[in-house]
């Protein structure tokens, strides 16, 4: 007989997080596919709560405090006893980034210890030489013969290459079906009329996020700059100091990421100085939204499936697309075949053939097949 049972583990499950977005997609498919799914994390609505996955749950998470002393080996045996116990009658472990970026270290070291010799899938989005605070771990991913490793993009599959580990890609996927979405009615709460040039950034505030960039493309375009995301990581008193200064109308609301959002925006800008992958650009995609999009490296990536985004260095053909967008709605008499809206109508298509969530089901089967874990 085949898998039954299926756990995704990670530090916390079933919020508005990214990690959390794909996580519940791959439980969508796996369900599908055939597998009874439970989830196990530190934080969440999850099936199986596990507090010592959380991130920060061992003394600030990347730390190794304690681990050479009496209380930190028992600490640790605890947490491995926890997790060996809400993974007792799984099959299949689908790890997602718990032990890929080290915010808790002593929960990487125990998810690792349990599943040695057992099927998984770690599925990373984040590994510690991608960011410059966690440069000096090394002793992340772990990886196992019975485990098959995962990556979001072919920059981190070559890089895993070349640290001596074979990886999977296997890009984001996304809901692609453009369901009908209230702008008006976000645009009122907002407070925002129809004539008002609205600006989302879809994102949590932090410093690779590139809120400067941002606030800068809404005061060079006229527009009101809209961020959705909290501060976090210690950003609060530098967004404040960058909101404060804006030469533009700034709203700081946070909103989940719903198609309601794309539909009340006129432009989503997307700054980043890196990202893993990048969801809001394929997001926009998808809801018929320009969007400007920062130079990072996997965005040339995506980019190359054949994605038309504006660059924050030529704002001139933003304010050209968005005064032929102006006028197409004004116009009845015009036609669809504008050059804008061929745009739009072309990233969509771009979208719904890459990066649907029934690409995603398809490279999963193959990886599940090719292992011999398809139920």
Request: charged share 20%.
């Amino acid at each position: 007989m085949g898998m039954i049972r299926c756990a995704i583990v990670s530090f916390r499950l079933g919020l508005s997080d990214g990690v959390s977005v794909v996580a519940g997609h791959w439980q969508q498919i796996l369900e599908a596919i055939g597998f009874e799914v439970v989830t196990v994390a530190g934080e969440g609505p999850v099936d199986r709560l596990v507090p010592g996955l959380s991130i920060g749950a061992h003394s600030g998470g990347g730390d190794d405090t304690g681990g050479s002393h009496r209380s930190g080996t028992a600490d640790a045996r605890g947490l491995a006893e926890a997790v060996s116990d809400a993974l007792a009658d799984v099959d299949l472990t689908v790890v997602e980034n718990l032990c890929t970026i080290p915010l808790n270290l002593p929960a990487a070291r125990a998810v690792a210890q349990v599943l040695k010799g057992q099927p998984a899938i770690l599925h990373h989005h984040d590994p510690p030489w991608q960011r410059s605070r966690f440069a000096a771990v090394t002793e992340l991913p772990p990886t196992d013969p019975r485990w098959r490793h995962v990556v979001i993009n072919r920059l981190t599959a070559e890089q895993f290459r070349e640290r001596g580990l074979d990886a999977t890609v296997i890009y984001n996927g996304f809901n692609t079906n453009a369901a009908p979405a209230n702008r008006s009615g976000l645009r009122a709460t907002l407070g925002v009329d129809d004539q008002t040039l609205l600006i989302a950034h879809p994102v949590r505030a932090i410093p690779r996020k590139n809120i400067p960039a941002a606030v800068a493309i809404a005061e060079a375009l006229g527009g009101t700059y809209w961020l959705l995301g909290e501060a976090e990581d210690g950003y609060q008193p530098t967004l404040d100091k960058v909101l404060a200064a804006a030469r533009c109308e700034v709203i700081h609301r946070p909103v989940a990421r719903t198609p309601d959002i794309y539909a009340a925006a006129d432009l989503v800008v997307f700054p980043s100085e890196w990202e893993g992958f990048g969801n809001p650009p394929i997001e926009a995609a998808i809801w018929g939204k320009p969007c400007v999009v920062g130079d990072y490296p996997v965005a040339k990536e995506l980019a190359a499936f054949g994605f038309r985004w504006f660059s924050a260095t030529n704002l001139n053909e933003v304010r050209s697309f968005l005064d032929d967008i102006t006028d197409v709605a004004a116009d009845t008499t015009t036609t669809a075949d504008t050059s804008a809206a061929h745009i739009l109508e072309h990233n969509r298509a771009v979208a719904v053939t890459h990066f649907s969530l029934k690409r995603v089901r398809a490279d999963l089967e193959a990886l599940l097949s090719t292992a011999g874990w398809l139920p």
